[in-house]
């Protein structure tokens, strides 16, 4: 037994080391299992939704962590009995699974916040803040995770170490060039981290940008995705939100007031729309029944500008409550005063001849 472990251990024969090593792996690979069932029954407890997404989203880099680890153990204690070189690829598959695992944790802290803010409720204030907060927050810090787990893999080689130290020693030019160069990519990314902080655009908030009627439907750590209302999709730079004015619908609250003109002559009758605009407004559902006013605003040379004032819960319906009113109202001035409809007078001069 002694001399076959010797030419074992020699490199004579492999087969003792290769079923250590499969063990261990094997092994290893069952203490996952079992940390990740243990894991699972932890975050059970808490009784919250989106469960499930924070365990499969960790339990399989976590997994290859410990076997990873197992491999360290396996090659420190096999390299110089076996003569093997494995050391770099083996730390280069370190950094690469705790980065893996470093994501995978920051992800599964959002799914676990963000399971208790359904963007999708009526009153969404609060979820918007969140998930417009975690969701920055999240690309930020999975950016700076990926960023010091390449460089760390990188600076492993001796010929980028060489470099590195090389843009070190010149590092007063080189060091004006980069911040020249990266002086936009940085200002895009603390816009960003500003935006994350003081919020003042949100998922789902209803904006007006260039022009362009619509809702922020991604925020990313460089650049905006705004919905417009007939499905065109305008890509701003984040920065635009911080750096210059636009419109926000829905920064305190999502109710909205809404106004529909009308046009009429002067002897029209103004209470009569009253009484049938106050009519009209509970058969129409966008309606939330807080606001209800119809006043004559302008009086030009020509007509009188009656301006309805109505309000509803949110953007979307308040444009459905103006397209119906109006309607509604130039119905009723169709059927019952159609002599009141605006008139272009023409005073023509006699001749005394």
Not at 55 to 71: G, Q
Not at 260 to 270: K, L, N
Request: aromatic fraction near 10%; glycine fraction near 4%; charge should be positive.
């Amino acid at each position: 037994m002694k001399e076959y472990l010797t030419q074992a251990f020699n490199g004579e024969d492999l087969l003792l080391p290769i079923i250590l090593s499969t063990a261990l792996i094997i092994l290893a690979w069952i203490l996952g299992n079992i940390l990740t069932k243990i894991l699972r029954k932890a975050i059970h407890r808490q009784h919250k939704g989106g469960i499930e997404k924070v365990v499969t989203l960790i339990k399989t880099p976590l997994k290859i962590l410990i076997v990873v680890i197992a491999l360290t153990f396996i090659n420190s204690y096999f390299k110089d009995k076996l003569d093997l070189n494995t050391g770099k690829a083996i730390f280069l598959f370190i950094v690469f699974t705790i980065t893996w695992l470093a994501i995978a944790i920051i992800r599964s802290i959002k799914h676990f916040v963000l399971s208790s803010y359904n963007i999708l409720d009526s009153d969404n204030l609060k979820a918007r803040k969140i998930h417009t907060q975690m969701r920055v927050f999240e690309r930020l810090l999975i950016f700076l995770v990926s960023f010091i787990g390449l460089s760390i893999a990188l600076l492993s080689f001796d010929k980028v170490r060489e470099i590195g130290l090389s843009l070190l020693a010149s590092a007063g030019i080189a060091g004006i060039i980069i911040g020249f160069a990266a002086q936009k990519s940085l200002s895009l990314l603390l816009a960003g981290f500003q935006i994350a902080i003081t919020q003042p655009i949100r998922l789902d908030d209803v904006v007006i940008v260039e022009g362009e009627w619509g809702w922020i439907e991604e925020i990313t750590l460089t650049y905006v995705v705004v919905r417009i209302w007939d499905k065109r999709r305008l890509v701003v730079p984040i920065n635009f939100f911080i750096e210059k004015p636009f419109q926000n619908w829905t920064r305190q609250s999502a109710d909205i007031l809404g106004t529909v003109f009308i046009y009429v002559d002067y002897g029209f009758p103004v209470e009569k729309m009253r009484e049938e605009m106050s009519r009209l407004l509970p058969e129409i559902p966008e309606w939330d029944g807080a606001v209800n006013v119809l006043q004559v605003t302008d009086a030009t040379e020509k007509t009188m500008e009656l301006r309805a004032l109505v309000s509803a819960k949110d953007s979307p319906k308040a444009w459905d409550l103006r397209v119906r009113l109006r309607e509604e109202l130039i119905r009723f001035m169709q059927k019952e005063y159609p002599q009141y409809l605006p008139k272009a007078r023409i005073e023509l001069e006699k001749d005394n001849n």
